[in-house]
């Protein structure tokens, strides 16, 4: 717990990002992989091979943006740093073992961003009915001609999860926020097919109630309505096992790997 609250304080963070609970969301992530490494293993490896997969493919391997990088759980980040000229880590927080893990790369490089570019503007109106909420347009790197690989690793369907919870605290309607997390997915994609190069996007695309018996007794969309551009490779992701938070169900998550968005 202390640890946890060294941590806390001490890993940079913008304010807005804090209100948000990007920071806190990355605690929280530190804590579920304590709790279920073994269950996560298969998921985390498979995202790394479609990961490495995709980016073989690039003709060129000058720049890498892996957006969504987090604790590096998922990212392939030795193999990339050989791979590539210049290896880019995105996310909102970096977690302060990110920070460790990059310095032993010279052409490791940590961008905070936002990327759906709203966190400043949401905190600003969240709690003011009467203001629009804001409208992801999200620009970065897309006019960076040296980048030839970007993956969006487990990254599309968390965009609206912080967001949508700081918008109930605001008193903000369901029905606002499920369009806003609608938008908030569908300009993810289209920044995705703006970007340069080949473009990868891997992402859990339901949830899955299961019984003790293993059977699936409830589907849920976590893409608040938004349709993949197009199909890929899939898995199971068993993101909280049988016994964690009931004896009756877990509740795994399915995952698509699409290995070029553009393509």
């Not at 790394?48 to 690039?58: D, E, G, P, R």
């Not at 060129?60 to 990339?80: A, E, M, T």
């Not at 004896?247 to 998550?253: A, G, I, K, N, V």
Request: charged share 25%; net charge positive; glycine share 4%.
């Amino acid at each position: 717990m202390i640890l946890e609250v060294a941590e806390y304080l001490l890993t940079p963070c913008s304010r807005a990002f804090r209100r948000v609970g990007y920071l806190q969301g990355q605690l929280g992530i530190k804590v579920r992989h304590r709790q279920c490494r073994h269950a996560w293993r298969p998921h985390l490896e498979l995202t790394k091979v479609a990961i490495l997969s995709a980016a073989q493919t690039c003709p060129q391997r000058r720049k890498c943006v892996i957006l969504g990088s987090g604790r590096l759980l998922d990212v392939p980040l030795h193999r990339l740093s050989q791979m590539f000229q210049e290896v880019i880590l995105v996310d909102a927080v970096h977690p302060l073992a990110a920070y460790v893990h990059a310095a032993w790369y010279r052409n490791v490089r940590l961008v905070r961003a936002d990327v759906t570019a709203t966190a400043e503007e949401l905190t600003r109106v969240a709690g003011k009915p009467q203001l629009p909420l804001p409208r992801a347009t999200p620009m970065l790197l897309c006019d960076d001609s040296e980048i030839d690989y970007v993956a969006s690793a487990n990254l599309l369907s968390q965009l609206a999860y912080l967001p949508g919870l700081f918008l109930e605290k605001g008193k903000r309607t369901d029905a606002e926020i499920e369009e806003y997390s609608h938008s908030l997915l569908a300009a993810h994609l289209d920044y995705l097919r703006r970007l340069p190069g080949v473009v990868s996007l891997i992402t859990d695309v339901e949830k899955l109630v299961v019984n003790k018996q293993g059977q699936i007794v409830e589907r849920i969309d976590i893409l608040h309505g938004v349709k993949l551009p197009r199909s890929g490779e899939e898995w199971t992701w068993n993101h909280v096992p049988l016994g964690l938070l009931s004896r009756d169900f877990s509740y795994d998550r399915r995952v698509c790997a699409i290995a070029n968005v553009k393509a």
